[in-house]
Structure formats: structure tokens, C-alpha cells
């Protein structure tokens, strides 16, 4: 049996979001905005933009990976992912609350994380945080 996946914030706005993104990154998430599937003409793909790579957007995961899977040239499928707050590593093991919002693409499987609650990004920085919370927020393991 296949992950289900996330639904998209708005699927009127799929394909319109700028194709620059961070990538990865933050450890949580609020939103999927569209699953992406970048194209690369030099391995195949179709020449849709003077020789660079392109992506085309879908508005559900199981799109994205049936179009990755009959297409030449393409990637995996990515998430376009809404960050409204999310977590920063400024040294090994030491972490930073960002209230920023931003784009990143993640590998389909980081949306098996809960998605982000009000509660966690202050738990995971507790001064009493489980030492496993990086598995916690991975949804490996359980508080």
C-alpha cells in the first residue's frame, strides 16, 4: 500500500508559485502549495525551456508519481512545502526558532512528519526535550 499524502493548500494556485525554492530543511512543516516534478532535457526529457531544466506542478502526490514514472528525463516527485515557522541548526545539535515563512522542496517521504502545531517547535527546544526529539519530529518514534 502506497503513504497517503497531504492535500494542497489551494489547488486553484497549483503551477503559479516561483519555481525558486529553498531545499529541505527546517525539520517542520504547515503546508503542501503543489508536488513538483523537475525535468531534465539532458537526460531525456522534453526541450520545454531552451535547454534548462523545468518542472511541471500537480496538485496530488499520486499525479506527480505516475507523470515521473512515464516521463523521460524526469526526477522523483518533490513537495513544495509552506514553512510559516520552522527550525534552524546553527551549530551540531543546536537549534533556532524561525518565525519566517518560506518555500522549500522536500522528498516526498518528509511529509510522514506530523505536520507543525503550535506546541512543536517550543517542545522540541524545552530545556526537558526528550533526547530523542529529533526522531519525534521525524515521526519515527513517539514523545
Do not use: C
Not at 38 to 50: C, I, N, S, T, V
Amino acid at each position: 500500500m502506497s503513504p497517503s499524502f497531504p492535500s494542497v493548500l489551494d489547488p486553484s494556485k497549483v503551477g503559479h508559485y516561483p519555481a525558486l525554492a529553498g531545499a529541505g530543511g527546517g525539520l517542520v512543516w504547515d503546508e503542501v502549495l503543489e508536488y513538483r516534478v523537475w525535468l531534465h532535457p539532458e537526460r531525456g526529457a522534453a526541450d520545454a525551456a531552451d535547454g534548462d531544466d523545468y518542472f511541471q506542478a500537480f496538485a496530488t502526490a499520486a499525479e506527480a508519481q505516475a507523470f515521473a514514472l512515464a516521463t523521460a528525463g524526469a526526477e522523483e516527485p518533490v513537495a513544495l512545502v509552506l514553512q510559516r515557522e520552522y527550525l534552524r541548526e546553527t551549530d551540531s545539535g543546536h537549534y533556532e526558532h524561525v518565525r519566517r515563512e518560506r518555500l522549500t522542496e522536500w522528498p516526498l517521504e518528509f511529509l510522514q512528519r506530523p505536520r507543525r502545531n503550535p506546541e512543536t517547535i517550543p517542545r522540541f527546544l524545552a530545556p526537558d526535550a526528550p533526547a530523542h526529539r529529533l526522531d519525534i519530529l521525524r515521526g519515527v518514534r513517539r514523545s
